[in-house]
């Protein structure tokens, strides 16, 4: 028996599929690509942008050439497919998506919000990208309808945060937080496992302290080593060493067990293009990955949560 309470399958995790039945309806994302830059790239920030950083770091179904309403319009026929009653939940994921003056954002999040079958906005950012007059936007979007601000975070560790190139500290990121959170808006936040030089313990303590937070959404990431990025010439030159699948699992589990059961963890593993992929060969097997967390935790006697305290 599942001692989990937050599932009703073999889970042993909040998924975003058991917050869909609490919901009462099935929400998919549609997977869009505004044509953002980044502050990290464009040089307010830096130059260049994160060393894993592969064109906003997304895996995008529609090259960024097509109009945002195209994409959508590709992405709801996707999803209609697979369930024709689904609702969609649009979300900006390249780059960074409220990196714009107000006015920009709200004609595009506006445009979309009136599209058929769209009942929310997903809108992954940086930390250090909202403004006071974007705060008061996206709150006042959050009374209007299901928002989730998603913030790329990756490890609380700023020695890490230099090591690539993410131009912003965790202290940063708490002002950011806090400030979404102190509106009363919807959070989730991005870690990635197997940044260069972590060892399991920090990337353990990188959730512990996410969770400490209270997060609504975390999603966990495996660190894909891309072609054409920085991080792709330190693997070649032997300075870089992807994580195994045993120890990616084994961290995952520790995560997942320091994490509040009522966080909804919409993601354990990343979706790397496996055109693109250079390393690890083993994430291209995303069912096995997701098997291999499942079967950790039913033998391990563990759930989310179990060592969550307040
Ligand atoms: S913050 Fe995101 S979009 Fe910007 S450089 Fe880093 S990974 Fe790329």
Same mark, same amino acid.
């Given at each position: ?33 505004? $044509? ?6 464009? $040089? ?11 064109? $906003? ?49 709200? /004609?595009?999040? /506006? ?26 936007? =996206?709150?006042? =979007? ?37 400030? =979404? ?54 693997? /070649?030159?032997?300075?870089? /060493? ?47 990955? =997701? ?13 989310? $949560? ?5």
């Amino acid at each position: 028996m599942n001692p989990f309470p937050y599932s009703s399958d073999n889970k042993r995790y909040h998924t975003l599929s058991y917050r869909n039945r609490t919901l009462g309806f099935t929400a998919f994302k549609a997977v869009l690509d505004a $044509g953002f830059t980044c502050p990290n790239i464009d $040089g307010s920030k830096g130059f260049g942008g994160c060393i894993y950083c592969d064109a $906003g770091s997304g895996y995008f179904s529609s090259p960024p050439s097509i109009s945002v309403e195209q994409q959508l319009k590709s992405e709801i026929d996707r999803i209609r497919r697979r369930k024709p009653d689904a609702r969609v939940i649009a979300y900006f994921q390249a780059h960074t998506n409220t990196y714009a003056p107000v006015s920009r954002l709200k /004609e595009l999040y /506006e445009s979309v919000l009136s599209c058929e079958g769209v009942c929310g906005l997903a809108i992954s950012t940086r930390p250090d990208a909202l403004s006071s007059s974007i705060l008061d936007y =996206l709150e006042a =979007l959050s009374r209007e309808t299901e928002l989730t601000v998603e913030l790329g975070l990756q490890s609380v560790h700023d020695h890490t945060l230099k090591l690539i190139n993410r131009c912003h500290s965790y202290l940063d990121f708490l002002h950011g937080y806090q400030s =979404l959170k102190g509106l009363g808006i919807r959070v989730g936040v991005h870690l990635i496992n197997g940044l260069p030089e972590e060892t399991p313990d920090m990337m353990i303590r990188s959730a512990f302290c996410i969770g400490r937070l209270q997060p609504d959404a975390v999603k966990l990431h495996l660190l894909h080593v891309i072609r054409g990025t920085p991080l792709n010439d330190l693997y /070649e030159s032997g300075r870089y /060493e992807p994580m195994t699948l045993k120890n990616y699992v084994d961290v995952i589990v520790s995560q997942l067990e320091v994490l509040p059961p009522q966080t909804v963890i919409e993601r354990v593993t990343g979706d790397a293009d496996k055109r693109t992929l250079v390393a690890p060969a083993w994430s291209k097997d995303k069912i096995r990955v =997701l098997g291999s967390i499942d079967k950790a935790m039913a033998e391990r006697e563990t759930w989310q $949560g179990k060592y969550y305290n307040t």
